[in-house]
Structures are given as C-alpha cells and as structure tokens.
C-alpha cells in the first residue's frame, strides 16, 4: 500500500532529523523541509505517535532531568489565516494576548529552590532533557541566586548576540543556533563556542508553590523581570478590537525589523495572556491550545546546480547531495543542500546546469524547491565563497543527474525502494560505523562515541559489532589519548550490555522501521533469538511451498504474504511492509547475530501480562489526546486490551479527542462505541466489567474543541 509505505518514511524522517536537531546540533535539512515532512504525515495519518511527541530522548551516557513541568513545543503557523484562526476559534473567548518573538536558539529551563540555581536542563523530549547546570552557570546573564528565596522552574531559550556571532564565530559555524546547542553540552570546553558568548531570555516561569497572585501572563514577565531578577524577551500586550488584525500588524512590524534585531528570531509567538483561560484550555500531549508560533515567510533566493554526489547511511539509504553555486540565503552562504530521495530529484526534473530556486526560513541549509530553467554564464558572476574568495568556475554542460546503480562507499549493486535507493551490504563502510554506533547508543554505553569507533574500524581492531566485545585492554590502551583508566571504562560498559533480553537486542540491531517499542512487541510474540530466527528463515516462504502455509483465505481470496509474515502483522503496529522489512534486516544480520549471540547472553523476552478490566477488548485512538499516546496506549496494554491502528467492524472502542477526523465519522457510522479519555481512564479504574461499560456508555455526540465561552 503506497500510502502505508510514505507514512514509514515520513515518520522514520521526522525521527532521524528530530534527533540530528536536538541531540546533535547538526540538521541535515532545514525547518521548513521539516515541516513539510511534519504536514504530510499529519496529513496521512494524523494519529502517528510520533506526532505527538516533543522530541528525542538525551543522548545515552548523558544524565537525564525528569521535568517537573512538560516542556512542550509549540502549535505553528505561518499566514494571517492562521492568526485569525487561533483567536477566533483555538481560544474563542480570549481578549488579550501577548506577543514575544520567537528567539532561534535552544529552550532551556532553569530550576531555583529557595532562591539558588539548583539544575539546568535542555528541553529534550519535553518530559525529560539533559543536566547542563555546568555550562549554564557560565551565561552571563543567568543568575546564580535570585533576589527573592522561591522556587520556580524558569523556561527561555539561550540565544547568541548576531554581533558576538559575527566577531568570533562566523567562520566555525553557519548560525548561531548551532552553537548555542553545543556551547550547553559541552563536557569539557571542548565546544566551538564559550557558553559565556550566550545570553539567556525566559518566556515563562512555573511555581512549585506559592505562586504569586497574578491574573497574567504579562504580570508574572513583569515579576521575573523586575522582583526576581531574570530577563525576559521582549513582549507587547493586545487588547483592541479586533484582536487579529492588531496581532498581524505586529507581524509585519518584527518582519521590518528582523534584520536589525540583536539576536536570531524566525517568527513570533502569540499566547493567551490570563493563566486561568489556560488552564481551561489546557494542553495537548505535543502543544498548549492557547498558544501559536508564527513563523516567518520564507526567504528565496537563485543559484546554479553545479554537481550532485550521492552518500550512503547508516540504514543504507543512498541520498543526493546538491552543490550548487554560492550564494547567500538569510545572511548564510550556501554551497551545499540535500536533494533527499532519488523521488525529490525526479519531482524536480532539473539538471545539472540548471538555474534553481532556494528557500530558506530562519534555517541551516535551505532547500532546492524549484528548477528554473537552463542557467547562462551571467548567473554565476559576482558570487564568493563563505571565507571570501571569489568563485571562479565555469557554467557546467547541461547533464542529467544520474542515479548510481553502485553504492559510492562500497561498490555493491543498489537496490530500489520506492522514492529510495538502498545499499544492503552489511559490510558496507558507511553502514558499518553507523550500525556499531547506534549499538552503542542504543544500550546508552557511556563514553563509546563516534570518534572511537572510527578510531577502532581505522585501527582493524573492530569491523563489525561483535568485535567489539573481542576488544582487549592492551589494545585499547595502545588507541592515541585512551589510557589505563579510559580503556577499563569501555571494556566496563561492554561487559554490562553482555546480557540482554529479547526486546534490547532487537532495538540495538537498528532494523529499520522498529522502534524500542515495537522491538519490545515483536519479541514477546516470538519470546527467543532462536524462534525469531527461525521465524526469519520460514518467513522466505514463497507459494507453493511447504513453509508458505494456506494459500487462501476463508472468502478464496489469495494470500499475498505468507503464513509467516502474517503472524508478524499480529503484532500491534506492524503491517506487511514493516514485517518484510524486520525478516529482510534479521535475514541480512544471520551471520553477524550467531556471532554476537556467541559472546553475549540473549534472555528470553518476558511475557506481558495477561488480564485487566479491558481484556478481549480491541481500542483505537484518534485525535489530540490530554497524554502522550504512548502513555494511553500503555494505560490500554496494561489493563488487557489490544490497540490497532485503523476502525473497523470488529473494533470495540474508538478513545477520541480533540480534531478527530475521519477514524471518529467511520465508528459513528459503524455504531463503534466511542469514548474520551476520561471514560478510558474510568473503565480501568474503577474495576467495571468492560462488557458492562461498552454496553452502557453511550457516544459522545461530538469532540469539538470547547473554547473559553464554553466555561461562562
């Protein structure tokens, strides 16, 4: 199914960027291609659980910071139709808003008890971030003690003068937010930037308690700034009818001034200003309802397609790399962008030699949106390079870019996948140090990174992840800046991951399409490494043989999969697609896991339990949900029912909530019961039998969003 297959890649997309953005400070693609990749799959398939998480979990080997208070991220938008929309129907009722501008740095919450800066922590997932009070003590403006004894969770975003920027580190990084991620987490001053460069600007501040009596949000910046003792950008107050026009006015105004602002903004957001309206608003598990952050226009500009190189992922993904002539985009010199997917190339139908079209929104590598025709010699004058010199190459021919049928890092054949082109050489170079690292990481093994790993597959000391726990201490010891002490460390954190159950060791093989959960489910259907191996092996069956089980169904319809891979469907969350590819990658790693399984333990995956008030019971959920929905459909497996991921006549429960769509008029009309989370939430509590409570619990007629007239 193509759509099925595009929600994969959308979500495995939206997955790999979230954690270059927020883990590494390093986005391979720009805000704006993010978003795109974001609205489409809201589009597709609104109820993907990725979409209503904040962002990636820290860095394994970092220490994590449970946030008292969720860090959530932001509802967005970028016309005046969507200002509109936000005062008259997301907070319908509201008369007075405030504006701050929405700063381009990375959200830090810092955390006083009685006065005195306890911890400091990134945003990181929105429920837990990373520990950085070492660093953020270092911003200069951020206060070690305040001026009144409270305790407060003080939320803003760490931002980078453009002129600190533009006299000590243009020439490291192409923007200041990158440095400003890295000048946080850096662990021993070996960032690119000084953490004292920085400057702190809060937005909000939450009480543990006793919190002052203020009716506004305008009130409490008021008193952070002025009794507290903390700055906060910027902000203006909007009372006057009508709201929206006043509120988009202010737009074109910061779109005047962007320029000559101190620091990097990409837009502006807008907040109900009375605490009590939203608190009745309340929040969803990705974003605040009474809150919107609206982003700038684009900035465009022209370049020339020069060449395109192609490199190859750790999934074996092989992706086009756009050289294009330099030129500047939002006060950042541009000379190379991704093309993504051999599908983005083909859309573009553009060619080497091509004038091209660049976007770019507030963001680190603008996009190629559009070929504009042959170029001529004149479009390449006048253009210099990020240092200054002058670019001095001639027009290329016009050629069409090619598509490799050999992978750049390995030679091996490539193979197709839809808009992809995948390398599937286990032993393929890229591919190697990929999958060792994101071993590692997976079983969150403390100071095992990438430059080690280069460093052992650079040394033949490793080539594969087995060869790691093969490693001895003299060998490690003679690796250039690893002593005693260092080597004892890595050999320690390898012997702690010599035994794992089922569900790690799946996850930490990195086979494409299954997350920590999902490796957790397949592995409770399977229970041991050597029944899903053997699974893997039953799972080549094609018709006709013995292994490929009944050929038709009960109707006579033809099975297009065989027994085994329909046994995989079973599992929550897994369709035929994800199932080939989970027998694909075990069937790809079978030399490499009889190894691993050789030097490690692999326990057997423990049982979920059985029971629970929604035992025999199926749920689907749809909507924004007052949770994460990974913890409601925690909630649902732990009293005894199954979650699906699509309505149907043998669905017994839809849990709808807010913006539900088509899943919530299917069940109407196949008279599926519905509920709203706090039916759920009673029906796993109250210890009624489920049959009794399905029976009983009439629908809700419907799951429009109240708005603040709805509390008068």
Not at 569 to 585: F, H, M, N, T, W
């Amino acid at each position: 199914m193509a759509d099925e297959s595009r929600v994969q890649y959308l979500a495995e997309a939206v997955r790999y960027h979230r954690e270059l953005y927020y883990n590494h400070a390093s986005p391979e693609i720009t805000d704006a291609q993010f978003d795109a990749l974001w609205d489409e799959l809201t589009q597709l398939d609104p109820d993907h659980e990725i979409l209503h998480q904040v962002g990636p979990e820290p860095l394994p080997g970092t220490v994590k910071v449970e946030h008292r208070f969720p860090m959530r991220s932001l509802d967005k938008g970028t016309t005046d139709e969507d200002i509109i929309h936000f005062v008259t129907q997301s907070t319908s009722g509201g008369v007075r808003y405030l504006a701050q501008p929405k700063l381009d740095g990375s959200a830090l919450s810092l955390e006083y008890v009685a006065g005195n800066l306890h911890r400091a922590a990134t945003r990181g997932s929105g429920e837990r971030g990373e520990d950085v009070t070492l660093n953020a003590k270092m911003v200069a403006n951020i206060p070690l003690r305040l001026n009144l004894p409270v305790d407060c969770h003080v939320r803003g975003e760490v931002v980078m003068p453009l002129d600190v920027f533009e006299t000590k580190y243009k020439d490291v990084s192409p923007n200041p937010r990158n440095l400003c991620s890295g000048a946080l987490r850096q662990k021993h001053g070996d960032g690119k930037a000084k953490a004292s460069d920085l400057v702190f600007c809060a937005y909000d501040v939450k009480f543990v308690s006793n919190p002052p009596p203020m009716l506004n949000d305008s009130e409490l910046l008021d008193y952070l700034q002025n009794s507290i003792g903390i700055e906060p950008a910027p902000w203006r107050v909007f009372e006057s009818k009508p709201l929206h026009a006043e509120m988009i006015d202010y737009t074109l105004e910061w779109s005047q001034k962007r320029s000559s602002y101190d620091y990097e903004i990409d837009g502006i957001v807008f907040k109900l200003d009375n605490l009590e309206q939203r608190e009745r608003l309340g929040s969803t598990a990705h974003h605040p309802r009474w809150a919107l952050a609206w982003k700038f226009p684009p900035e465009e500009a022209t370049s020339v397609l020069l060449d395109v190189t192609w490199q190859t992922g750790r999934t074996g993904a092989v992706t086009p790399v756009a050289r294009i002539a330099p030129q500047s985009v939002g006060g950042v010199t541009v000379e190379h962008t991704t093309l993504h997917n051999v599908g983005e190339v083909e859309r573009l139908d553009i060619k080497i030699g091509d004038r091209v079209l660049i976007v770019r929104r507030g963001d680190v590598i603008p996009k190629i949106e559009a070929g504009l025709g042959p170029a001529s010699s004149s479009d390449l004058e006048h253009r210099v390079h990020a240092d200054g010199t002058p670019f001095l190459e001639a027009l290329p021919m016009a050629t069409p870019i090619d598509v490799p049928t050999i992978c750049p890092a390995c030679d091996a054949t490539l193979t197709s996948d839809g808009a992809f082109i995948r390398c599937t050489n286990m032993m393929c170079d890229a591919r190697t140090s990929r999958a060792i690292l994101y071993w590692c990481r997976s079983l969150e093994m403390d100071g095992i990174g990438e430059k080690l790993v280069d460093q052992l597959l650079h040394l033949d000391l490793i080539q594969t992840i087995p060869d790691l726990y093969r490693l001895q201490q003299a060998e490690l010891e003679n690796i250039e800046r690893m002593g005693e002490k260092s080597a004892l460390n890595v050999l320690n954190e390898l012997a702690k991951t010599k035994t794992l159950n089922l569900g790690r060791f799946l996850h930490a093989m990195g086979l494409s399409g299954i997350g920590p959960e999902l490796a957790t489910a397949v592995a409770q259907k399977f229970s041991s490494l050597e029944a899903i191996m053997q699974w893997a092996d039953q799972a080549k069956a094609a018709p006709g043989s013995a292994d490929f089980g009944p050929e038709v169904d009960e109707k006579g319809k033809p099975y297009v999969e065989n027994q085994a891979i329909r046994t995989l469907c079973e599992v929550d969350g897994i369709g035929s697609k994800v199932a080939v590819l989970v027998r694909d990658g075990l069937l790809q790693r079978g030399v490499m896991i009889a190894d691993l399984s050789s030097l490690i333990t692999v326990f057997d995956e423990p049982q979920a339990e059985q029971g629970g008030p929604l035992a025999g019971k199926t749920f689907c959920l749809t909507g924004s949900l007052q949770r994460p929905r990974k913890e409601v459909q925690q909630t649902i497996k732990g009293a005894g029912g199954k979650v699906v991921g699509s309505v149907s006549s043998q669905l017994d429960v839809l849990v709808a909530g807010e913006k539900a769509g088509s899943k919530l008029a299917k069940a109407q009309q196949l008279g599926v019961t519905v509920w709203n989370e706090e039916d759920l939430i009673n029906a796993c509590t109250a210890g009624t039998e489920p049959s009794k409570v399905l029976q009983e619990k009439p629908p809700p007629t419907t799951t429009q969003q109240a708005s603040l007239s709805d509390f008068d």
